[in-house]
């Protein structure tokens, strides 16, 4: 009864087998999107390719991946071709792909994404890059299509809102490979004339109409711009790299017109509003000031004029009085030192020695201040108080 029953192996093979002999899956072409992405070390891609319904793994060795002429991602739309088999350790069919090219719009897709993370990434879409709209502008300047419904809505938007905005065309394509360049150029060009706000934008369309505001040179040119950037692309639903990087996004041409100006109805409110504060401000002040008026005219001072001087005169004649007393002090001393120091000279002074009874003897203006400097017969002047004796030195003998 054993002899019934196969090994996994050996049904893994028969399928295997089947799958290698079905000429219907040894060249296959299918379409799809492409899911957990890897590009092995050795060159290989591993991925799945998966629709709404259901899924598939994919290889493609080396040899092939040379031929693949963009970056594979997850979520790129891709067409590939290759054969069907199954992998005998895992028992997995999978798709071994020979060839493999982008698939249009998913393709978009990816590169939308892929340059938004990027740009994101930069910082191109950071708040702190975004400049302010001025709330009161005088001229405007539009980039798009000269022709058609998106300029006709901005216009009559803006001459229906705030008629007394300048506006400035610049015709540009909006859709096609020219596109992008033409829109990069009319941003540099708008830049130059002075604006307020700038919009740029278009009607709605599919994505592959609405591409050139995918572009990544739109997006710089945007980003670079020194006049502040609507941004107004397609319906509400489209989202563009230019509306990420554009200091702001409008959901609709008509809406950047709205954020562009404002309205006269709101301008005459807020006039209304501002002439009564004003008025309200100006009447507190005046009273404010009214108050501080009355409060000065009632003051003591103004009532009493005379008490100014008065106070002053009587602080002066106290300021007096403290100098004479400090001037009288400072004298007193001084003329006390004065006296002591008389009192010391006079001391010293050889007159007043004389007059005491004392005397100097000089011989030829010469002091004597010893014995030995007198010679008999020297003539010797002797200083007394009130004049000089004139004598001789003689020799007293001993009898």
């Known amino acids: 009864m054993n002899n019934d029953y196969i090994t996994v192996g050996a049904l893994t093979r028969y399928i295997k ?80 792909v020979d060839e493999m090219i982008e698939d249009g719009v998913g393709n978009l897709y990816a590169l939308y994404e892929k340059l938004k993370a990027d740009l994101k990434k930069e910082g191109l879409f950071n708040p702190e890059h975004k400049k302010e709209i001025p709330k009161i502008p005088k001229r405007i300047g539009i980039i798009t299509a ?29 859709q096609g ?30 994505i592959e109409d609405l591409w050139a505001f995918n572009e990544e040179i739109v997006a710089r040119a945007i980003y670079e711009c020194n006049t502040p950037v609507i941004s107004a692309v ?13 200091d702001k996004r409008a959901e609709t041409p008509t809406g950047a017109a709205e954020i562009a100006v404002p309205s006269k109805a709101d301008l005459l409110k807020l006039i209304s509003q501002l002439e009564i504060r004003s008025s309200k401000n100006m009447n507190n002040i005046l009273d404010t000031n009214k108050k501080i008026l009355d ?24 300021l007096i009085d403290k100098t004479n007393t400090i001037i009288n002090l400072y004298m007193n001393n001084k003329n006390n030192k004065y006296s002591n120091l008389i009192n010391k000279l006079s001391v010293l002074n050889p007159l007043n020695t004389l007059k005491r009874g004392y005397s100097i003897s000089k011989i030829d203006n ?22 000089e004796i004139i004598s001789t030195v003689k020799e007293i003998k001993n009898e």
């Open 17 to 96: 087998y089947k799958f290698d002999n079905d000429a219907n899956l040894q060249n296959i072409a299918i379409k799809g999107e492409i899911s957990n992405f890897k590009r092995h070390s050795r060159g290989h891609f591993y991925f799945t390719i998966k629709d709404e319904e259901s899924r598939i793994s994919a290889i493609m060795f080396a040899s092939q991946t040379k031929s693949v002429q963009f970056e594979p991602i997850d979520g790129t739309k891709v067409l590939v071709r290759g054969r069907i088999s199954v992998f005998p350790s895992t028992g997995n069919y999978q798709i071994y």
């Open 146 to 174: 000269p022709t058609g419904a998106a300029i006709r809505d901005i216009i009559s938007t803006i001459n229906r809102r705030y008629p007394l905005c300048e506006v400035i065309l610049f015709p540009s394509l909006v």
């Open 177 to 206: 490979k020219e596109a992008k360049d033409d829109i990069v150029r009319n941003i540099k060009l708008a830049d130059t004339y002075d604006l307020d706000t700038l919009i740029v934008g278009r009607g709605g369309g599919s």
């Open 234 to 246: 397609g319906h509400e639903i489209d989202f563009t790299i230019a509306d990420f990087v554009a």
């Open 295 to 318: 409060r000065i005219k009632s003051s003591y001072i103004l009532s009493n004029p005379m008490s100014i001087y008065e106070i002053k005169e009587q602080k002066l004649d106290n």
């Open 366 to 387: 010469k002091v004597i201040s010893d014995i030995k400097d007198v010679k008999v017969n020297d003539t010797l002047n002797i200083k007394v108080s009130n004049g």
